[in-house]
């Protein structure tokens, strides 16, 4: 019920009690991932033994290889930030151009284009990789037969999992500069062509400070969720693996608690994002 | 026609086919024409070296092979399940933050609920399978709190796999449901209150007709999501809880039979696009908007 309203005392205690169950709940599992990076033990699990940086330092003399020397985890950090640097530009890009052309083109077929826009959220991840990667090998295939052309992007590797992570992230960029587009007071552009600004300056002055806000937020939520994804990547990856589909594969095994270390990094570095995020938000309001 | 207007129109023409390119090569180079390319991949079949044929084999495969469909309707009801309990522990929440807290307890609160969801699946799972395993935190919690005698292995039942599917959904689910709340008037469950309608009729005459919208498109992602998981299912399901992603993966990665892949993929797609429609048609909604609300 709503505070106005006479809400009794059980009603209240059970409100908090749910909402203690329920921040637990949300957080308990990244706390032990934090926790059990520092514990002194072979295997991340209980009994704590100590207190330890042997999962960030340690090198192979010391019998536990620390993040910061395992070089396939950091060459797993490294192709993540080249794989999500790529589509953040990528979507940002086709972003903005599809933000236009949404609210500002008007062309026959524009509810088609604009629904299919959409699709891509409704397809299921792993459908997407496959797709991508089945349509990929066919072309690899024809061209392969029909010039002898050895066409190796288009086998797993990097190139597809950027397309593969772009082809659903477009529409997130997209939806998200379009919807700030549309409310942009247009007489703002009308007055500055009156003055006499080029459609250059009226864009470079007026339309890319407007659309700030909305460009920033899809580059962060592009370059976190290429960070993250799992399914569209697994379909495919080749031979150098993002860190996700690393961990995923070190998890399998049974790992040890360098995965918490590099877990608490992904942490620390996407707070750290998302706080530079609210701040830019905040400093300049909507 | 003076010249300037004739290129003022060029111009208008030439700006529309350069807005239109990219979006035109991103939807058919990577949406249409692969998607197309899968369903002819589903429909063939070989029959000698490099040769195929049109056939159904597939997806007679399919229906033949218990095994197959049995996953397919396994995971089907899974996430509806896991579905409807996402609900259940999102809408109190929802609740709160939209209607209880105020000012800036509200987005202090919303801003926490956001936090985990900006790590990735593959860390949130890890740190289940860290408390539930059966040398993990809360089966030892168990044992010294004297409920247990030995450590109980939590992870690989079904109930782990839907703790981990509802946790990875949460956030989905909140967000449409605080933006349908938010624009619920007060004055209307105080005006229901006061002629004498308890809590269970107000959020039932009122709260629910009025957050329907926030609850489809909730519902619609989670479900999506939840289907088309791997992570979980994989790491927290253990090996006798089959979801029906790990199949695509086995059939085109592990045994390459791309055109048997296929068929399960376009299943899946089939499955997935048939609950959106359905959930649309039950609510009365129409696609652009719901997606547009989330």
């Known amino acids: ?286 | 026609m003076t010249d300037a207007a004739v290129s003022q129109r060029w111009r208008t023409r030439l700006t529309l086919w350069l807005l239109l390119a990219p979006a035109l090569l991103w939807l058919g180079a990577l949406i249409l024409l692969p998607h197309v390319d899968l369903a002819i991949l589903s429909f063939r079949a070989r029959t000698g070296p490099r040769e195929y044929a049109a056939s159904l084999a597939q997806y007679r495969t399919f229906f033949d092979e218990p095994l197959y469909w049995h996953v397919f309707v396994r995971t089907a009801v899974m996430s509806i399940i896991a579905t409807a309990l996402t609900l259940l522990v999102a809408f109190p929440v929802a609740w709160i933050i939209a209607k209880l807290a105020r000012g800036r307890a509200s987005s202090l609160l919303f801003i926490v609920c956001l936090i985990p969801f900006w790590v990735s699946e593959t860390v949130r799972t890890l740190g289940w399978m860290i408390l539930l395993r059966e040398s993990g935190v809360l089966p030892g919690l168990l044992v010294k709190l004297g409920l247990t005698s030995v450590p109980v292995e939590l992870l690989y039942h079904d109930a782990t796999l839907l703790v981990g599917l509802v946790y990875t959904s949460l956030l989905f689910m909140v967000v449409p449901l605080i933006s349908s709340l938010e624009s619920l008037d007060n004055a209307l469950i105080e005006a229901a209150y006061d002629l004498g309608a308890n809590g269970f009729a107000v959020l039932r005459t009122i709260v629910i007709p009025h957050a329907a919208p926030g609850i489809t498109a909730g519902c619609i992602v989670v479900f999506m999501l939840t289907l088309g998981n791997y992570l979980t299912p994989t790491l927290l399901g253990g090996k006798n809880s089959q979801w029906f992603t790990e199949q695509i993966y086995t059939q085109f990665i592990t045994r390459f039979n791309w055109e048997q892949g296929a068929a399960f993929g376009f299943l899946l797609l089939g499955l997935s696009t048939a609950i959106v429609v359905l959930g649309l048609r039950l609510s009365g909604q129409r696609f652009a908007e719901v997606m547009r609300s989330t």
């Not at chain 1, 032990?32 to 002194?40: E, H």
């Not at chain 1, 990929?136 to 992007?153: G, H, I, N, T, Y």
């Not at chain 1, 703002?188 to 250059?200: D, V, Y």
């Not at chain 1, 697994?234 to 594969?249: E, K, Q, R």
């Open chain 1, 1 to 286: 019920m709503i505070p106005s309203l006479p809400r009794p005392v059980w009603l209240r205690s059970a409100t908090l009690i749910y909402l203690i169950a329920f921040l637990a709940f949300l957080f308990l599992p990244l706390i032990v991932v934090a926790l059990f990076a520092f514990n002194d033990a072979p295997y991340p699990a209980p009994p704590w033994r100590g207190f330890t940086l042997d999962w960030f330092i340690g090198s192979a003399t010391t019998g536990r290889t620390g993040l910061f020397q395992d070089s396939e985890l950091l060459g797993g950090i490294a192709t993540s930030c080249l794989v999500a640097a790529w589509v953040t530009v990528l979507s940002v890009l086709v972003g903005t151009s599809n933000a236009f052309l949404l609210e500002r083109a008007r062309f026959r077929g524009k509810q088609v284009i604009s629904l299919m826009m959409l699709a891509p959220l409704v397809i299921p991840g792993v459908i997407l990789g496959i797709s991508i990667l089945a349509f990929a090998s066919r072309l690899a295939d024809l061209a392969d037969e029909l010039f002898s052309w050895d066409l190796d992007f288009l086998r797993p590797g990097l190139t597809l999992v950027v397309l593969g992570q772009f082809s659903y992230l477009a529409t997130i960029s997209t939806l998200t500069i379009a919807a700030r587009l549309r409310r942009f007071d247009r007489t703002l552009e009308e007055a500055a062509l009156n003055l006499g600004a080029s459609r250059a300056a009226v864009f470079g002055t007026i339309l890319l400070p407007y659309l700030r806000p909305a460009l920033l937020g899809s580059a962060a939520i592009s370059f976190l969720m290429s960070f993250a994804d799992f399914n569209t990547t697994l379909m495919l990856v080749g031979s150098d693996s993002p860190l996700t589909v690393m961990m995923y594969g070190r998890m399998r095994e049974g790992a040890t608690p360098v995965l918490n270390a590099v877990s608490l990094f992904l942490m620390l570095a996407s707070a750290l994002l998302a706080l530079a995020l609210l701040r830019g938000g905040s400093k300049k309001p909507a």
